[in-house]
Nanobody, 124 residues
Framework: QVQLVESGGGLVQAGGSLRLSCAAS????????MGWFRQAPGKEREFVAA????????NYADSVKGRFTISRDNAKNTVYLQMNSLKPEDTAVYLC?????????????????WGQGTQVTVSP
């Protein structure tokens, strides 16, 4: 069994920054790709960013490219999402997920375990 716990969400004004963290336990974290997704009220879950097992490969949704950065610290079993220049349309619940593969995927159905999510709210 794998447990993922997100933290770092909150309320921020447009243009501000937040750093999300996702701590993993119960699995050899360093052997698996990780992803961040988000879901706004009334909308489908969407891909935000993903990182390969060693951090060598990353991918971002076009809507966050240049503003968000995904990283990982395998010694701490933690993946991060640094979010800068936040916009009101970034408001959502952000969820991290772990994939049973070394390599990333942009599709939520490829991820086996999910955290509960952390709320990010960006005010105008």
């Amino acid at each position: 069994q794998v447990q993922l716990v997100e933290s770092g969400g909150g309320l921020v004004q447009a243009g501000g920054s937040l750093r999300l963290s996702c701590a993993a336990s119960g699995r050899t974290f360093s052997s698996y790709a990780m992803g961040w997704f988000r879901q706004a009220p009334g909308k489908e879950r969407e891909f935000v960013a993903a990182i390969s097992w060693n951090g060598g490969v990353t991918n971002y949704a076009d809507s966050v490219k240049g503003r968000f950065t995904i990283s990982r610290d395998n010694a701490k079993n933690t993946v991060y999402l640094q979010m800068n220049s936040l916009k009101p349309e970034d408001t959502a619940v952000y969820l991290c997920a772990i994939r049973s593969s070394l390599w990333i995927s942009l599709h939520s159905y490829d991820y086996a375990y999910w955290g509960q999510g952390t709320q990010v709210t960006v005010s105008p």
